[in-house]
Structures are given as C-alpha cells and as structure tokens.
C-alpha cells in the first residue's frame, strides 16, 4: 500500500519550460490536492478535485492547470515555468472534501525553475 | 496563510513533555481542530484532530478549551525523532477552508 505516490522527486527546469507533476493514491480517496511549500511560508494550496470530475483554484493558482485523470491521479502542469515557482510541491488525498479530513501527502517533489 | 498563531520554535532535551498552543480565534464552531506533523524531506503527516476538551492517541495529546480558540498539543516524553514541524490548520479568509499556518519547529537535543 504505497499512499500517495509522487513523480518526479526532482526537476531542474529553464524559464519558459513545460513539465508536468504526477501524483497517483491507492486508498480511493475521492478528494485531491496540490500544495507548495516554500522556506517561511508553510504549505499553499494551489489547486484541489473534491471528486473526480471536478478541478477548483485554491489560494496561489496562477501559473500552473490541473487534471483529474480518474479517481486514482490528479496531475499539476507549469506551461511556461519562471523562477518564482521554484518550490517543492505536495500531493495529498483525502477521504472528502468535508473541513477537516485528514490528508494524506506524498514525498514531494522539489522543483528548480533558473 | 491561515489566522493562527503558534511559536515560530521550540527546544526540548530527550524525555521531556513538549507542549505547543496555537491560537485561532476564528475557527467556526462546527470545525475540528488539526495538527499535522513534518519530518524533513517528507510530507506532512496527520496526527491528530478533537473537537473539545480531551484527545488522546498514540503519537500525542490535544487539549482543547471550551471556548475553542486555543488548542494545546502535548507530546510525552520527546525523543530525538519527534524533532519536526508541527502544524496547527485554521480558517482561511473566506472562512470556507481550514489551511496551514507557518507551523513550529521542535527541536529536540539529548
């Protein structure tokens, strides 16, 4: 029971680079999430899919799109990388949606956009 | 960020209790209170959540006022891998979400 795995664990990009973030959890959780954490900022949330089928903007999204590829994956895509998005970006799942349930994250991935 | 308030960081020595408060005035009355717990390098991971007064399990202890808006996380008898960030989550501005706040760093020596 691997939880929620993240892809890749490493990225070093140039500005103006693509590249997509993958994130897969096997406990069939309904609700998924991507965060970013930078050094004195604790954990932002960019995007979140309550269920499968639907996407909404958390509190830092521009700049990045999301998919919910089916229940199991939701994907994190930068189309035009820049520096400020250097960060280390979390994948978490959760029951649902409701205030409250407990998330369960991923390793992160540690991104370098120069 | 959310609109809570805990120490930035805290020291404890091995078999010490750490206790860490964190203050959030405006969590709704129907909310749980949450503690999430950091170890380098990884993410962060629940620890626990009540609703009132007493909760306990086997990682910590969570102490909550009535009047809710404080909340108490006691960890008994520290080791040197309690050392981590630990966060308490609160309401965002809407009041619709409870998010992290900036969290405390334990540090725990021997």
């Known amino acids: 029971n691997a939880g929620v795995t993240q892809t890749p664990k ?30 004195g900022m604790g954990l932002r949330l960019i995007y979140y899919s309550a269920s499968e089928g639907t996407t909404d903007k958390g509190e830092v999204p521009n700049g990045y799109n999301v998919s919910r590829l089916n229940k199991r994956e939701f994907s994190l895509r930068l189309e035009s990388a820049a520096p400020s998005q250097t960060s280390v970006y979390f994948c978490a799942s959760s029951p649902g949606h409701e205030k409250g349930s407990p998330l369960h994250f991923g390793n992160g991935t540690r991104l370098t956009v120069t | ?6 120490p930035i960081s805290m020291d404890s020595y091995e078999g010490q209790e750490v206790n860490i408060t964190c203050s959030h005035n405006n969590i709704a009355t129907n909310d749980y209170i949450t503690w999430y717990q950091q170890f380098p390098s990884q993410g962060p991971r629940f620890i626990i959540q009540g609703y009132k007064t007493k909760v306990t399990n086997e990682v910590a202890s969570l102490f909550i006022p009535a009047d809710r808006k404080s909340s108490t ?29 900036k969290g405390t760093t334990l540090s725990v020596s021997s």
Request: proline share 5%; aromatic share 10%.
């Open chain 1, 10 to 39: 490493f990225q070093v990009l140039k500005t103006g680079q693509s590249m997509t973030l993958q994130c897969a959890q096997d406990m069939n959780h309904n609700s998924m999430y991507w965060y970013r954490q930078d050094p």
């Open chain 2, 1 to 6: 960020l959310a609109k809570t308030t805990q």
């Open chain 2, 73 to 101: 996380l006691s960890l008994p008898r520290v080791s040197l891998s309690d050392t981590a960030v630990y966060y308490c989550l609160g309401p965002n501005q809407a009041g619709t979400a409870l998010i992290f706040g």
